[in-house]
């Protein structure tokens, strides 16, 4: 299913980016935004609203990456393999 950004409203591009999320992306989208790191964190947690620049870039930054859920654990793998390397 191919999903297009502008399709989608404020919230579900939070969403999607919130089951997408990884360290360091608080810091990423203020750069690209101008907003401070304070305030991006800010509206993540949801005491500030999400305005349009912020849920294009969130969307931006987590639209190729797998849902958190669906990644592998580190159970899943061959711990002979992994050792291999």
Do not use: C
């Not at 980016?17 to 947690?45: C, F, L, P, Q, W």
């Not at 305005?51 to 793998?77: C, G």
């Amino acid at each position: 299913m191919k999903v297009r950004a502008n399709y989608l409203n404020r919230s579900a591009k939070q969403a999607f980016y919130t089951a997408r999320k990884r360290s360091g992306d608080v810091t990423r989208i203020a750069e690209t935004t101008g907003y401070s790191t304070s305030h991006i964190s800010n509206v993540m947690a949801g005491r500030r609203k999400v305005n349009d620049t912020i849920a294009n870039e969130m969307y931006n930054v987590s639209r190729r990456r797998m849902k958190n859920s669906e990644k592998p654990e580190m159970a899943d793998y061959d711990l002979e393999f992994v050792m291999s390397w």
